[in-house]
């Protein structure tokens, strides 16, 4: 069987008979892709751990008439901070499950696989949900599903102050027809959508604005992408 090599993240893996998984992986060369790992649900499986979500390693991957085989893998990176933060963990994920949702298997996006490393590292060290909010506007913006924070989408008004946020007309309203959007919430998003992930250090929004807007942003993807958010419905949870 003819092999290649891949550099991929595993987002996520599920059982496949008795004892093999099927792993969904993001590569930079070849976005979403799934592939078998053999014998990775009996103990003592060298494979087990590699595989684990969020966890990126270097595939040998044999291919076959269905799904390619794993054959080896060896770990890059596997971002002991996201693990042992229950928070971190959860947000870290939700950005796999979007990731999932939102791109087409088979299809390369090397931008956004660039950035879903960048968002991973930088949430070992940063609020993960800052994180999670520049990662989920950066991936809106290539979808085409930017949301317009500064001007009213109806009419092209500048806003200022408090305003309105219409998750189905995808951005700020100067009617009073949507979720109210503090100038606070307004701005952060605003500087999150335009912010390289280096500039994330020098921002410090405070908690209560941060979860604002990570729930109004979650009603605009969720009226655009289909998402099965799993991992997000258990955010709550965790206050
Ligand atoms: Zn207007």
């Known amino acids: 069987m003819p092999t290649h090599s891949l550099d991929a993240f595993t987002l996520r ?76 963990l959860m947000q870290a994920l939700c950005l796999a499950e979007l990731t999932m949702a939102a791109l087409a298997e088979g299809e390369p996006h090397p931008e956004a696989f660039d950035r879903f490393d960048e968002a991973l590292r930088s949430m070992c060290r940063l609020d993960p949900q800052l994180v999670a909010l520049w990662y989920q506007l950066k991936l809106l913006d290539d979808l085409g599903y930017r949301p317009s924070f500064d001007f009213c989408v109806l009419c092209g008004t500048p806003i200022e102050g408090e305003s309105f946020f219409s998750p189905r007309e995808g951005g700020v309203v100067c009617c009073r027809d949507g979720l109210r959007l503090s100038p606070l919430v307004r701005e952060t998003l605003s500087l999150l959508q335009e912010a390289g992930i280096s500039e994330l250090d020098s921002l410090h929004p405070e908690k209560e604005v941060l979860g604002d807007a990570h729930r109004l942003l979650g009603e605009h993807i969720k009226l655009r992408i289909d998402a099965r958010l799993k991992a997000s419905s258990l955010l709550p949870l965790l206050g």
């Open 13 to 88: 893996s599920y059982p496949l008979g008795e004892s093999d998984r099927i792993v969904v992986l993001f590569s930079r060369e070849k976005g979403l892709g799934r592939a078998v790992a053999k014998g990775a649900r009996k103990s003592g499986s060298s494979l087990a751990g590699r595989i684990e979500p969020l966890v990126r390693c270097r595939f040998l991957l044999a291919a076959c008439r269905n799904l390619d085989i794993v054959s080896q893998c060896e770990t890059v990176r596997t971002f002991p901070a996201l693990r042992q933060d229950l928070s971190r």
